[in-house]
Structures are given as structure tokens and as C-alpha cells.
């Protein structure tokens, strides 16, 4: 059984920083690549940032240069580091993996979600 479980959400000012952190377990968590994505009320859900099994990064265009992802295989851990935070970055954060399904097609897993609040 696949488990996500994402924290380090919370309340902070604009200008600030948080680490959201991410623990799975239930997969060989070094073979799978791992995203971050974010969710307002009434919108759709949108990838923040993703990393590749083999440790390569891919961020929104609208995050470059604040956000860091990065992996610790040991730890079965991804982190979202996140630096000059804005009030449009408030949103519920989901830890995100998947299987290849083959022919394009793939399963997602999802954490519950960690809440960011930017207060401007």
C-alpha cells in the first residue's frame, strides 16, 4: 500500500520561507520520480515542481528561483524548499507519486495535503 504524508505547511508572511517535507512508503521510493502540486479553492490542480528518480528537477515557470525540490533516498523523503513566498503561492500542497502504466497512461498517488497560507 502506497502512503504519502506531507508536512511543514503553516501560516507565513509574505517574503518568508517554509520546507514542506514529504515521507513515503509502500514504493521503492529511489526508483520513482516525485512532484509537488498545489490546489486553490476553485481551480484546478497545478504541478509546483517534480523530481526524477534519477535526482532532476523541473519547476512552474511561476516558482523558478524561489523553490527548491530535492530527494533523500534514505530517508524515503522530498522536500519542497520554499523561499520569497507570495500570497498567490497559498494553496494546499500534495505529495505526488505514480506508476507507469505503460502506452501513456499512468497511476497517481496522492498525500492528504499540507495547507500553505502566505498572509500578504
Known amino acids: 500500500q502506497v502512503k504519502l504524508v506531507e508536512s511543514g505547511g503553516g501560516l507565513v508572511q509574505a517574503g518568508g520561507s517554509l520546507r514542506l517535507s514529504c515521507t513515503a512508503s509502500?514504493?521503492?521510493?529511489?526508483?520513482?520520480?516525485m512532484g509537488w502540486y498545489r490546489q486553490d479553492p476553485g481551480k484546478q490542480r497545478e504541478l509546483v515542481a517534480s523530481?526524477?528518480?534519477?535526482?532532476?528537477?523541473n519547476y512552474a515557470d511561476s516558482v523558478k528561483g524561489r523553490f527548491t525540490i530535492s530527494r533523500d533516498n534514505a530517508k524515503n523523503t522530498v522536500y519542497l524548499q520554499m523561499n520569497s513566498l507570495k500570497s498567490e503561492d497559498t494553496a494546499v500542497y500534495y505529495c505526488?507519486?505514480?506508476?507507469?502504466?505503460?502506452?501513456?497512461?499512468?497511476?497517481?498517488?496522492w498525500g492528504r495535503g499540507t495547507q500553505v497560507t502566505v498572509s500578504s
Open positions: 523530481i526524477s528518480s534519477g535526482g532532476y528537477p
Open positions: 505526488n507519486t505514480y506508476m507507469d502504466r505503460g502506452y501513456g497512461s499512468r497511476y497517481d498517488y
Open positions: 509502500g514504493i521503492t521510493f529511489s526508483r520513482n520520480a
